[in-house]
């Protein structure tokens, strides 16, 4: 145990290098086992959508009547 | 651990605050000012019928509302600080190791009895939860002039926008779903944040050449070797801000207590383990 | 009396540069000790590796800790100033106070108002805007206000003007010497701390070539003025070093007894500078 530690705290790479190694083990252990593809949360939040379409909606009416009353 | 021992934070956190307290303080303030004037001058720039228009739709909007169901509307207003704080505490992270010792001020904090792991665990609050409060405490001041200034513009145009008491308390609580996120995103960015002290700590000089070269490489090696791309598959993963911008108090349970989470900062304390360790080497 | 510094073959090496080849050091509790080398001798690696800010192979103690294991329970108890002006330079010297008060539990704030209040250094200004002089003034004066067992200084007064040294060292000892605090002190200006020592290590390419305490001194090394006419017999004693003086010649013995040397002339406790000279000319022979 003592050796291994005064092996990965000999200098700065040799301790980078075992940090990269178990980082990388890590993450391609999990995807092995989990089979990992790219995953993200569904969030819904209904008010973006409405307010970017009905955004548009409303004001090419608002327009529109502008225009309406103008004539 | 005794009382003292806790009580150090508060030192070291001030510490970071006056350091970096052009990342922390003066960003936002420089930013809300701005933002504000360039509301108002695209609002006069707008045809006065087009800006009639919108502030009935604002109306209609808000219409029935209650604050809390407003407040997602308000956090589209706080997406510009967000973008600051993302950037600002990246450089953060990146130059709070690396700094000091550049400047060799690293000998007289190591000269003090702060452990290495006491002064990274500093470095991930003041990123998580402090340098978000400024923002938040900045941004509550922009909601304010934003507020009624909208209400002025309503009354200007014959339309009530909502209740001035509702926006305002709407605004409130935006900012504390944003302050919520912010510190949901440092837990989910975990790794990142570990990533960034890492080679903050080794670099002995352009830590983000290292930081992003190595980051690079390695994503290469894994499709080298193994012939997978868990690496990239996890970053593009991690990377979609809907897993840390929390809209709904309801949210804040499922978005911090699911494996994918867990999982990161798992990844996160042993890239964050590495720079404690690599605090040692600072010569 | 007990040590508060024991070390046994310390290496540490830069590449093939070797900055510490086999250090042993003793140093008793309580004593003012200089840690004497040319530049490059590696004075500044062994108070680094003191601190535990820079890892080392060997056996080491430092007030009853090893500095490698946890060098933030060491802090309480040790001291330390470096070569180098490193108090952050954004910091107000009241920011300073602040930050020494928040961290470090042994820190006595008004002692160190009281030591500040003795200089011209303002509360208000950043360090940056202070003098080479000054901020070694005040990280003195932060230093002294704190109740450790050990004080470590590099170099301390490398850059100084004379005024600021000669007070530098007169404020050491009045305010923090008392007999069970130590002070190890590295320089290579000998003549300079010379008065204040009570041990003296010299250090030569990474290795110990001189520890001993200032009596022990006196009882070792002998220096002799001797006459032309006595020259064969001085040479044959083996000095370690010899050098020429209005005409004469000065022998420097090691561990000579005194009485066999009294016949070649007068004999005086040679000057640590002289010493100095002698034990680096010595080790280069050797």
Known sequence: MNTIKSLVLRNRYTLLVTVLAVYVLVLVLEGAITGREVRVIDFDNPFFDLIVRNFEEFMDDSRQNRDADQL | MDKFSLLQYRALIRREILEHRNLFILAPTFLAPILFMAMVWIANQLDPDDLGSMISYLAMLFNGLSPVEMAPIFMLGGIPFIIVLFSCAIVYLLVTLYQDRKDSSVLFWQSMPVSNLKTVLTKIVTVGAIAPFFYMAVLFGFYLVTVIWLSILGVSHDIEIAGIGYMFMAAVVSLLLLYISAIVATLWLLPSVGWLLLFSAFARRTPLMWAAGVFIMIGFLEDFLFGTQFLANWVESRANPNQYLIMSFGDVFDRIFNYDMLFGIVVGAILIAGAVLMRRFID | ?286
């Open chain 3, 1 to 286: 009396m007990t040590n508060i510094v024991h070390a046994r073959s310390l290496q540490k090496s830069y590449g093939q540069f070797k900055a510490l080849d086999g250090v042993d050091l003793d140093i008793p509790a309580g004593s003012i000790c200089g840690l004497i080398g040319p530049n490059g001798a590696g004075k500044t690696t062994t108070l680094k590796a003191l601190i535990g800010l820079c890892d080392v192979e060997g056996e080491l103690t430092v007030a009853g800790r090893d500095p490698r294991v946890a060098r933030h329970k060491l802090m309480e108890e040790v001291c330390f100033i470096a070569d180098v002006g490193i108090l952050p330079k954004w910091l107000r010297v009241s920011q300073v106070l602040d930050y020494v008060e928040g961290v470090h539990r042994k820190f006595d704030r008004a002692k160190a108002i009281q030591l500040l209040s003795t200089t011209e250094i303002p509360s208000n200004k950043r360090i940056k805007e202070l003098s080479k002089g000054m901020v070694t003034q005040l990280h003195l004066a932060l230093v002294m206000s704190i109740e450790v067992q050990l004080l470590v200084l590099d170099e301390p007064t490398l850059g100084m003007d004379i005024i600021y040294r000669k007070e530098f060292y007169d404020r050491l000892l009045n305010d923090f010497v008392d007999g069970n605090r130590t002070i190890i002190i590295s320089t290579h200006q000998v003549e300079e701390i010379e008065t204040l020592l009570s041990h003296l290590v010299f250090i030569k390419r990474g290795a110990i070539v001189l520890d001993a305490s200032m009596a022990e001194l006196a009882e070792i090394y002998t220096e002799v003025l001797v006459t032309p006419d006595k020259r064969a017999q001085a040479d044959a004693l083996g000095p370690i070093h010899v050098r020429e003086l209005l005409g004469k010649k000065s022998y420097t013995y090691e561990a000579v007894p005194k009485a066999e040397l009294k016949v070649l002339g007068e004999l005086h406790t040679p000057t640590v500078a002289d010493l100095f000279v002698a034990k680096m000319k010595d080790a280069k022979h050797g």
